[in-house]
């Protein structure tokens, strides 16, 4: 069903192999003190998280409204007249094809916005480098976050709360491109609407030719 949804690009190389440009923007060249702003980072990262999760709920909403729908339409193919079946039929096609579209679009559009979080928690991890330690709590966090479903933890955790802190290849690991959250919602969540869409139109088309062939009534 992976073919019904958009692929994910592949996930950010180490920080040796990022292009000029992917330096710059992401700051990898600066010498500047970044820990006054940290609170500037973690409100822009509330606001692009705020926004993710509006967002992922909004399309699950809508594509739950329109499966609904699309159990109506397949209940009309099997009640209605023969000769009449084919509208709804038709009108769960195009409600298949319209919401898959749909999932894949605000798919990519939801990965965006994950991709903007991910963002602001590299830069508030990379800033946290300039404070001791013991005060670095959004470190912290992600490794506790971490240590859910990975066993490298240990050995994260101690380079992120050394002295120097974690270096870019160290950060490519604890701030993940896909975490097991993201993994769930924004892979195996469409992809069972996906499966779920297919199913409901298979279904569909094959009730109506079952009962054009008087194979069932």
């Known amino acids: 069903m992976a073919s019904f949804l958009p692929s994910r690009p592949t996930p950010d190389s180490p920080s040796s192999e990022r292009?000029?440009?992917?330096?710059?923007?992401?700051?990898?060249?600066?010498?500047?003190?970044?820990?006054p702003q940290l609170g500037f980072m973690l409100a822009g990262a509330q606001w692009r998280d705020s926004w993710l999760h509006g967002f992922r709920s909004l399309y699950l909403v809508m594509e739950?409204?329109?499966?609904?729908?699309?159990?109506?339409?397949?209940?009309s193919i099997l009640t209605l007249e023969v000769s009449r079946a084919w509208v709804p039929a038709v009108l769960l096609l195009v409600d298949a094809a319209g919401s898959l579209l749909l999932?894949?679009?605000?798919r990519r559009a939801a990965i965006g916005l994950g991709d903007d979080v991910r963002f602001w928690h590299r830069e508030i991890v990379r800033a946290e480098r300039e404070l001791p330690p013991e005060r670095r709590v959004f470190t912290r966090f992600k490794l506790l976050q971490r240590s859910r479903n990975h066993a490298d933890t240990d050995e994260i955790a101690t380079l992120a709360l050394s002295e120097t802190g974690l270096d870019e290849a160290g950060l490519d690991r604890l701030i993940e491109p896909f975490s097991a959250t993201r993994r769930l919602i924004e892979n195996r969540v469409p992809t069972l609407i996906a499966v779920l869409w297919v199913s409901w139109?298979?279904?569909g088309i094959g009730a109506l030719f079952l009962r054009l062939g008087h194979i069932i009534g």
Do not use: T, W
């Not at 923007?25 to 003190?33: Q, T």
């Not at 739950?64 to 209940?75: D, N, P, S």
């Not at 999932?103 to 605000?106: A, E, F, I, P």
């Open 19 to 35: 292009s000029p440009l992917e330096h710059r923007i992401e700051g990898l060249d600066g010498h500047h003190a970044a820990a």
């Open 201 to 203: 139109s298979l279904a």
């Open 103 to 106: 999932l894949g679009r605000m």
């Open 64 to 75: 739950v409204i329109l499966l609904g729908l699309a159990g109506g339409l397949l209940v």
